[in-house]
């Protein structure tokens, strides 16, 4: 995105061939122009620069109430300008649900967070694929924190066994983020 921006500039200040005929540059004057471009570069605020999400990755929680037969949870977290959560869930055919619920969940949590960004959605789905993407969300209103919390109740429907599954995926872009 620099280099666009500063090749862009040097075509714009760039000046037309019968302007350098007349009065030839000194290497001097453009190596005070670009040092002076690159120190404008480096002071620009932090809010106009590219997020980073740090995604939570792939959460887990998985129940095997008997030889060969297992449940699997998953959950992943990734705020930023496009937040992005999901969830995956896989169960042998003899596992029934008794429910299912996630929660996907983003914030600021930072001075000058404009508010923007927060969402809260909850979604009883079972056992089930659920992926979802916001925004965008520029600055101020970038959410750093997001959350994906999935809770399910199975069954093992030859046992009678109940077990409950929980994971809590947490993304976060900087800064502190609370559990």
């Known amino acids: 995105m620099v280099q666009v921006f500063v090749s862009n500039l040097l075509i714009i200040f760039t000046p037309p061939n019968s302007f350098l005929r007349k009065k030839p ?11 002076t471009l690159s120190g404008v570069l480096l002071m ?7 997020v980073h999400a740090f995604c939570s990755g792939n959460v887990q929680d998985s129940w095997t109430p008997r030889t060969g037969v297992t449940i699997t949870i998953v959950g992943n977290a990734c705020p930023g300008i496009f937040p992005q959560n999901s969830t995956t869930c896989t169960r042998d055919s003899s596992i029934s649900i008794d429910n299912g619920t996630v929660s996907f969940i983003a914030f600021g949590n930072y001075p000058g967070y404009g508010g923007g960004g927060n969402y809260n ?3 009883g789905i079972g056992c089930a694929n659920l992926s979802k993407t916001y925004g965008p969300f520029y600055s101020p209103n970038t959410p750093n924190c997001g ?9 093992d429907t030859v046992t009678g066994q109940t077990h409950q599954l929980y994971v809590l995926a947490v993304g976060q872009t900087r800064g502190s983020c609370p559990y």
Do not use: D, G, Q
């Not at 540059?25 to 040092?35: D, E, F, P, Y």
């Open 25 to 35: 540059l000194k290497k001097s004057r453009i190596a005070i122009v670009l040092l």
């Open 44 to 50: 620009a605020p932090a809010s106009i620069l590219p």
């Open 121 to 123: 959605e909850n979604f």
């Open 147 to 155: 959350y994906t919390e999935y809770t399910v109740n199975a069954r």
